[in-house]
């Protein structure tokens, strides 16, 4: 048996790891009978160190073998297993095992490129010793101080043992990620994206990646790990919420796994020194400079010039540091013409020391030069010379920049980068030259804002507004928030600081009004920092650059003639429910609930161009091939053509009777495809604007024409099928049939061999075109409902997005997930992948569209929206108190003052229901997450907050005398619940489909449930269903009983109230005249007239003894609830009723029944309400628009806006009068006309004035008209 047999037996005994070099030359050398000794001469390695390598693989091979192995015997005991044939040493076994081995996954994200590595040959393979798997070595420290070399040793010696490995995976902390997201992205990889549903607090993660690495042999390396500890404390002590980092050290070294944890840092981790010994798992290695013979090839390569004795001494000078070395011998080149004698007799020792070299080397920069320098240390990534030109204050040109560059890449105080994306050259610093340069920063700008003496500050941004999300996320961790740690820790006082802020404000505006820099943006940055309230702040006349002001309020801010270039704001984005890349990658289109389209510059996230037209939800909009052109489809029932460079409308298409879902233009632009809820398909003529064809009993939420514009994929009438048809003669070619519940979305691949479909089934499915098989089906513990999918456009891949919030993409080739996205809140709206297949854009339920890298995961850009609408309402029982839901808030709105009174805390998802209790003393809020929350309406605290749905939560509703509420939602369930315990009591699950209604009877005795076309009658005693009434097309989104229990009235989708018999469970009458779903109804206590609301933004007032309707109109979007009250002067008269309205508008509207009128609008303050952006440079139009919608004004004074129109001081009162002169906050949309008014919100208007002040909404009565009649509007 020769030793290449040996080994390959060796190394199927120690589970199929290869040795290491050192352990290879041990082996074979003791093979042939060699001494310790004579191995140490042949090999150059110290007899001492293979002796202890020797002595670990003895011990290793005895522990496979189960019997005791030495130098001396084994010869006798490998040839012995050899004979023996046992299954684990088998030749045919080790033979397959050889040809087929384990598969290998490296993960190498930012690694740096260490092809020009030398030395470290010792270091290398010592620690090679304690990655074998028998050394069980599960925590490694590599230790050094900054610039020593520890990152290009720890990807060296990744690449030289990743094939004893499954996994290895390189990660820097140079950046500071909290533990939590590290143990995500680390899991996410390792389970390689099978692991969705992860807990968030860090121990359970430890566990969660413990497990992992017990299952596989893993080796993850942490470099920079310093960024986790504190600066000027005890060494090895953590930072401020980072304290979670010790518990991972500490767990992965006490607790048996298999694989290793490898880390760098210049401290050693208090846990390391606690568990670390020579024969313990945990070790550490203290790295100290290069050896003669590396530090010389340093020096030549630099172009030095002297003799070895003066290259050695300069060497010891700095201790071997590779980064010392290089900057010393810029310097000697500089200064000496590369003589390293005349170097060393000025006595170079003073030099020593990487800060005193720092120091040094950046005394000599240009001004040019340590401009650059601070601003690759802010921008925290590879930068091109372009982007720097774009930062620099003054402005420099492209060649003196350029030869800055160069000069600082010469001087190794820099290094040059080429993204994978560009032609274009990027540099970026060494972390430890970044940290110098960094800390420079903080210390001379925290200087300037103590003294007033503002230089820099207006030079340089603190953090970039329009930077990559993770980048800004650095930023602001990094720089904005230590000098602001430094600010609080100078003034001991928040109100102090805040004084002092204000004092730097003055000194802005008297130094730098009117001119161009980065401290107005940087103020507004660090106030926000402190979290001040802003409101009436004054940045008039300032430039206000890179600030980012998206998710905070900035009430009656004064930004007039200010020069906003380069800052965020939040957009008036409600839903954003589809987006779509341009063909040529440059633009994105979204379309929202407020029937809303925008354009979008996909480099800088800044909004081109607003396209309004659309009355109701925008479902989807789609590029035309050439990107010239978009078509638009809404459930206002028609299509739209648009130009993308004007923003007009080219043309509408009317002919759908509903909603228009989808739309799809075939590859060569002549031929637009619709589905409709009217459950037709349509194919249009674009050229003349005509429909060619309609195709019947079809019509889903999704439609695609195959890549080549001969087939048609679209959704057939039940909604669980695929229908292939040929587009010429609409035959059909296929039926794909394999989904249990509805399909949401479909999607051609690129060569049309292929599609994809998403269902809320929770399963997506790829289908085979030719024979129309189902190929594979992609499904996942806590997937959700798929939404939308995707294919990429290399054909590679499928991303799916689904209600949990989280994006995945999928291989096609191995079906396997490649990448999780993770950041979204709420369910997927829209996923779409830019054409080159490295980005994706996704819109998502939380307000917010997002920019991903498909290949990292990361997100590099976030546009929040304002979400104002008020989606739910309620009324106390026993108080004048109206609880509203707006988002992920509930307001309390004092009803006999209109005063909003307050808001409960935020709520972790978007609330879709709220309901009192009988006593008005609790308040029940249910969310889009799942989530039920319970309020004590008198301390105003939340007192319990739990999961009860997987999915929505539509409905909520107390017991009227019973002790008890439910919840009904998206998962098919109803639920009750203890509202002393919280307790489950009960769970209902004879629906199949969505729940979107759920009231009790007015005794007490039934509950209705109302869900995809049938509503269920259920028995509180036994909670038995006791009957179950169809009818209804479409979801029944309203119920409500009749105060004698007799009837229930039913409203939905399909536009008809209906009064069913609760006895008999017949249909008693139908009630027709809304034009689009019933969102909400009730009787009223008399039980002889119904009131309504719905999507077609009217109200309804149903007399069932006299057969006439009333209709009040008003809001300027879906009416989503409404509640009756008395007026508190007198509850006894009836024409004293009010009716309380809440819209999609963002409005709550009061009603005056007895007059028929609307005598009040409220509304809560927008993001920007009062804001003043007369004047103002460095927005588009879209986006002053966009700051309007959110509450910005452009005049300041009822004189900048004359009108014809009847004066104020004519309508209001004269306590009106005094209350809106004093106002500064709106109270509704104003029209143009009077565009600088603002209304307090619970300022009380007569009809007449707020008509006057908000021409658009006029809120009237029709007429009185038969049921059967049209309605006058």
């Given amino acids: 048996m020769n030793s290449e047999s040996a080994i390959a037996l060796i190394e199927t005994l120690l589970d199929h790891k290869r040795l290491t070099k050192v352990q290879e030359i041990v082996f074979r050398n003791t093979w042939e009978g060699k001494t310790y000794s004579e191995m140490a001469q042949a090999c150059k390695y110290d007899a001492g160190h293979l002796k202890d390598v020797g002595a670990e693989l003895w011990r290793s091979l005895s522990h496979a073998l189960n019997e005791k192995v030495t130098k001396n015997n084994i010869h006798r005991v490998i040839e012995k297993t050899r004979d023996r044939k046992i299954q684990p040493l088998n030749i045919q076994d080790i033979t397959n095992t050889l040809e087929s081995p384990i598969t290998r996954h490296t993960d190498w994200n930012d690694a740096i490129d260490v092809s020009n590595f030398h030395g470290r040959s010792l270091e290398l393979e010592r620690i090679e010793s304690w990655l074998v798997e028998s050394a069980h070595c599960r925590l490694i420290a590599v230790l050094g101080m900054g610039g020593i070399g520890k990152t290009s040793l720890s990807v060296k010696l990744a690449q030289q043992v990743q094939q004893q490995f499954e996994f290895v995976i390189w990660r820097s902390l140079k950046d500071a990620p909290l533990l939590e997201e590290l143990l995500q992205d680390l899991i996410k990889v390792l389970s390689q994206h099978q692991e969705?549903?992860?807990?968030?607090?860090?121990?359970?993660?430890?566990?969660?990646?413990?497990?992992?690495?017990?299952?596989?042999?893993?080796?993850?390396?942490?470099?920079?790990?310093?960024?986790?500890?504190?600066?000027?404390?005890?060494?090895?002590?953590?930072?401020?919420?980072?304290?979670?980092?010790?518990?991972?050290?500490?767990?992965?070294?006490?607790?048996?796994?298999?694989?290793?944890?490898?880390?760098?840092?210049?401290?050693?981790?208090?846990?390391?020194?606690?568990?670390?010994?020579?024969?313990?798992?945990?070790?550490?290695?203290?790295?100290?400079?290069?050896?003669?013979?590396?530090?010389?090839?340093?020096?030549?390569?630099?172009?030095?010039?002297?003799?070895?004795?003066?290259?050695?001494?300069?060497?010891?000078?700095?201790?071997?540091?590779?980064?010392?070395?290089?900057?010393?011998?810029?310097?000697?080149?500089?200064?000496?013409?590369?003589?390293?004698?005349?170097?060393?007799?000025?006595?170079?020792?003073?030099?020593?020391?990487?800060?005193?070299?720092?120091?040094?080397?950046?005394?000599?920069?240009?001004?040019?030069?340590?401009?650059?320098?601070?601003?690759?240390?802010?921008?925290?990534?590879?930068?091109?010379?372009?982007?720097?030109?774009?930062?620099?204050?003054?402005?420099?040109?492209?060649?003196?920049?350029?030869?800055?560059?160069?000069?600082?890449?010469?001087?190794?105080?820099?290094?040059?980068?080429?993204?994978?994306?560009?032609?274009?050259?990027?540099?970026?610093?060494?972390?430890?030259?970044?940290?110098?340069?960094?800390?420079?920063?903080?210390?001379?700008?925290?200087?300037?804002?103590?003294?007033?003496?503002?230089?820099?500050?207006?030079?340089?941004?603190?953090?970039?507004?329009?930077?990559?999300?993770?980048?800004?996320?650095?930023?602001?961790?990094?720089?904005?928030?230590?000098?602001?740690?430094?600010?609080?820790?100078?003034?001991?006082?928040?109100?102090?600081?805040?004084?002092?802020?204000?004092?730097?404000?003055?000194?802005?505006?008297?130094?730098?009004?009117?001119?161009?820099?980065?401290?107005?943006?940087?103020?507004?940055?660090?106030?926000?920092?402190?979290?001040?309230?802003?409101?009436?702040?004054?940045?008039?006349?300032?430039?206000?650059?890179?600030?980012?002001?998206?998710?905070?309020?900035?009430?009656?801010?004064?930004?007039?003639?200010?020069?906003?270039?380069?800052?965020?704001?939040?957009?008036?984005?409600?839903?954003?429910?589809?987006?779509?890349?341009?063909?040529?990658?440059?633009?994105?289109?979204?379309?929202?609930?407020?029937?809303?389209?925008?354009?979008?510059?996909?480099?800088?996230?800044?909004?081109?161009?607003?396209?309004?037209?659309?009355?109701?939800?925008?479902?989807?909009?789609?590029?035309?091939?050439?990107?010239?052109?978009?078509?638009?489809?809404?459930?206002?029932?028609?299509?739209?053509?648009?130009?993308?460079?004007?923003?007009?409308?080219?043309?509408?298409?009317?002919?759908?009777?509903?909603?228009?879902?989808?739309?799809?233009?075939?590859?060569?632009?002549?031929?637009?495809?619709?589905?409709?809820?009217?459950?037709?398909?349509?194919?249009?003529?674009?050229?003349?604007?005509?429909?060619?064809?309609?195709?019947?009993?079809?019509?889903?939420?999704?439609?695609?024409?195959?890549?080549?514009?001969?087939?048609?994929?679209?959704?057939?009438?039940?909604?669980?099928?695929?229908?292939?048809?040929?587009?010429?003669?609409?035959?059909?070619?296929?039926?794909?049939?394999?989904?249990?519940?509805?399909?949401?979305?479909?999607?051609?691949?690129?060569?049309?061999?292929?599609?994809?479909?998403?269902?809320?089934?929770?399963?997506?499915?790829?289908?085979?075109?030719?024979?129309?098989?189902?190929?594979?089906?992609?499904?996942?513990?806590?997937?959700?409902?798929?939404?939308?999918?995707?294919?990429?456009?290399?054909?590679?891949?499928?991303?799916?997005?689904?209600?949990?919030?989280?994006?995945?993409?999928?291989?096609?080739?191995?079906?396997?997930?490649?990448?999780?996205?993770?950041?979204?809140?709420?369910?997927?709206?829209?996923?779409?992948?830019?054409?080159?297949?490295?980005?994706?854009?996704?819109?998502?339920?939380?307000?917010?569209?997002?920019?991903?890298?498909?290949?990292?995961?990361?997100?590099?850009?976030?546009?929040?929206?304002?979400?104002?609408?008020?989606?739910?309402?309620?009324?106390?029982?026993?108080?004048?108190?109206?609880?509203?839901?707006?988002?992920?808030?509930?307001?309390?709105?004092?009803?006999?003052?209109?005063?909003?009174?307050?808001?409960?805390?935020?709520?972790?998802?978007?609330?879709?229901?709220?309901?009192?209790?009988?006593?008005?003393?609790?308040?029940?809020?249910?969310?889009?997450?799942?989530?039920?929350?319970?309020?004590?309406?008198?301390?105003?605290?939340?007192?319990?907050?739990?999961?009860?749905?997987?999915?929505?939560i539509f409905k909520v509703a107390f017991h009227p005398t019973q002790p008890y509420f439910i919840s009904a939602g998206s998962d098919s369930t109803i639920r009750v619940w203890d509202v002393a315990s919280s307790r489950c009591l009960q769970t209902l699950t004879n629906h199949t489909g969505w729940i979107f209604s759920a009231t009790f009877s007015r005794s007490g005795r039934y509950l209705a449930s109302g869900s995809d076309g049938e509503i269920k009658l259920w028995d509180v005693n036994t909670w038995q269903c006791v009957k179950t009434l169809q009818s209804h097309q479409g979801w029944v989104w309203a119920l409500a009983f009749s105060p004698d229990d007799c009837t229930l009235a039913s409203g939905g989708f399909d536009q008809v109230i209906r009064i069913w018999d609760v006895t008999t469970g017949k249909i008693v009458r139908s009630l027709n005249g809304h034009t689009k779903a019933v969102s909400d109804l009730f009787y009223t206590e008399t039980g002889d007239q119904i009131i309504s609301c719905g999507r077609d933004q009217t109200i309804r007032l149903w007399n069932l003894s006299t057969d006439d309707i009333r209709m009040l109109v008003g809001h300027q979007n879906w009416v989503w609830g409404i509640c009756l009250t008395h007026s508190i002067a007198d509850v006894s008269q009836a024409k004293r009723q009010t009716l309380i309205s809440g819209s999609q508008d963002e409005t709550i509207k009061l009603w005056n029944l007895g007059r028929a009128t609307c005598s009040e609008t409220w509304r809560s303050s927008r993001p920007y309400e009062g804001m003043k952006i007369t004047g103002v440079v460095g927005l588009t139009d879209a986006q002053e628009k966009t700051l309007g919608l959110l509450g910005a004004i452009k005049s300041t004074s009822v004189e900048d806006s004359k009108s014809s129109k009847p004066g104020l001081s004519e309508i209001l009162h004269d306590d009106q009068r005094g209350l809106f002169q004093a106002s500064h906050s709106s109270h509704s949309p104003a029209p143009e006309w009077n565009s600088g008014l603002t209304v307090r919100s619970q300022l009380k208007l007569t009809k007449e004035a707020e008509s006057t002040l908000f021409s658009p909404l006029h809120c009237t009565a029709s007429p009185r008209i038969p049921f059967r009649g049209e309605a006058v509007q």
Avoid at 212 to 237: M, V
Wanted: aromatic share 8%; with cysteine.
């Fill in 196 to 952: 969705v549903s992860l807990p968030t607090k860090p121990g359970s993660l430890i566990s969660k990646l413990i497990q992992q690495l017990r299952n596989k042999r893993c080796l993850i390396i942490l470099d920079n790990f310093e960024a986790a500890l504190e600066d000027g404390q005890r060494s090895g002590s953590y930072r401020s919420e980072y304290e979670a980092y010790g518990e991972l050290l500490q767990r992965i070294g006490e607790i048996s796994h298999r694989s290793c944890l490898l880390l760098t840092s210049r401290e050693k981790p208090a846990e390391v020194a606690a568990l670390e010994g020579e024969s313990l798992p945990v070790r550490s290695l203290f790295l100290t400079g290069l050896d003669l013979i590396a530090g010389q090839n340093i020096l030549k390569a630099k172009g030095l010039s002297g003799t070895r004795i003066e290259a050695e001494t300069l060497i010891q000078c700095y201790q071997g540091n590779p980064l010392a070395l290089k900057i010393a011998a810029t310097s000697i080149l500089d200064l000496f013409a590369g003589n390293i004698a005349e170097f060393l007799q000025q006595g170079a020792i003073v030099f020593n020391g990487i800060r005193n070299l720092l120091d040094r080397q950046i005394r000599r920069l240009s001004a040019i030069e340590i401009q650059i320098m601070y601003w690759l240390a802010i921008n925290r990534e590879p930068v091109s010379a372009t982007n720097l030109q774009a930062d620099l204050i003054p402005k420099r040109s492209k060649a003196d920049i350029l030869e800055a560059l160069e000069s600082l890449k010469w001087r190794s105080l820099i290094e040059k980068a080429k993204p994978s994306d560009s032609n274009e050259a990027y540099f970026t610093q060494q972390p430890v030259v970044m940290e110098y340069i960094t800390a420079q920063l903080i210390e001379q700008i925290s200087q300037e804002l103590l003294t007033q003496q503002i230089h820099r500050f207006n030079q340089y941004a603190l953090i970039k507004a329009r930077a990559k999300d993770y980048i800004r996320e650095s930023q602001i961790r990094f720089i904005l928030h230590p000098i602001a740690n430094q600010l609080q820790q100078h003034f001991n006082c928040s109100s102090s600081v805040e004084q002092h802020c204000q004092a730097i404000l003055k000194t802005i505006h008297t130094n730098y009004q009117g001119q161009s820099g980065y401290a107005g943006g940087n103020l507004l940055n660090l106030l926000r920092q402190f979290n001040f309230d802003l409101t009436g702040y004054d940045f008039s006349h300032l430039s206000v650059w890179q600030a980012d002001l998206q998710g905070i309020q900035l009430h009656q801010v004064n930004f007039s003639h200010a020069d906003l270039s380069q800052s965020r704001f939040s957009n008036a984005l409600t839903n954003t429910v589809w987006v779509e890349v341009s063909p040529d990658g440059t633009r994105l289109v979204t379309s929202d609930a407020n029937g809303s389209i925008r354009l979008w510059n996909l480099s800088d996230g800044q909004e081109i161009l607003t396209l309004e037209g659309h009355s109701s939800w925008t479902w989807a909009v789609r590029f035309s091939p050439d990107g010239r052109s978009l078509a638009s489809c809404s459930g206002d029932y028609t299509i739209r053509l648009w130009d993308t460079a004007t923003g007009l409308c080219l043309q509408t298409l009317i002919g759908h009777t509903s909603s228009v879902w989808a739309v799809c233009f075939s590859s060569d632009g002549t031929l637009l495809a619709s589905s409709s809820l009217d459950q037709t398909v349509k194919l249009w003529d674009i050229s003349s604007g005509r429909c060619a064809t309609t195709i019947e009993q079809t019509g889903g939420r999704s439609i695609s024409f195959s890549p080549d514009g001969t087939k048609l994929a679209i959704v057939a009438s039940d909604q669980t099928t695929i229908v292939l048809l040929n587009v010429h003669n609409q035959q059909i070619l296929q039926t794909l049939s394999g989904h249990s519940q509805p399909i949401w979305s479909i999607a051609f691949s690129p060569d049309g061999t292929r599609l994809v479909s998403g269902s809320e089934d929770q399963t997506a499915r790829l289908w085979q075109i030719e024979g129309g098989r189902c190929q594979h089906l992609f499904q996942m513990p806590g997937l959700g409902c798929v939404w939308t999918v995707a294919f990429s456009p290399d054909g590679q891949s499928v991303a799916l997005g689904s209600d949990s919030g989280l994006i995945t993409l999928w291989e096609v080739q191995t079906k396997q997930i490649c990448q999780m996205l993770q950041g979204h809140t709420g369910h997927l709206w829209s996923i779409a992948f830019s054409p080159d297949s490295q980005h994706l854009a996704s819109s998502a339920e939380d307000q917010t569209i997002r920019w991903w890298r498909v290949k990292t995961g990361q997100c590099l850009r976030t546009i929040h929206g304002y979400n104002g609408r008020i989606r739910a309402i309620a009324l106390s029982p026993t108080a004048p108190l109206l609880a509203s839901a707006v988002n992920q808030t509930i307001s309390l709105w004092d009803t006999a003052s209109g005063t909003c009174l307050t808001h409960l805390d935020r709520a972790s998802g978007e609330i879709y229901s709220v309901a009192f209790s009988s006593d008005g003393t609790l308040l029940a809020s249910g969310c889009n997450d799942g989530t039920l929350q319970l309020w004590n309406i008198k301390t105003q605290r939340c007192l319990q907050t739990f999961q009860a749905h997987i999915g929505r």
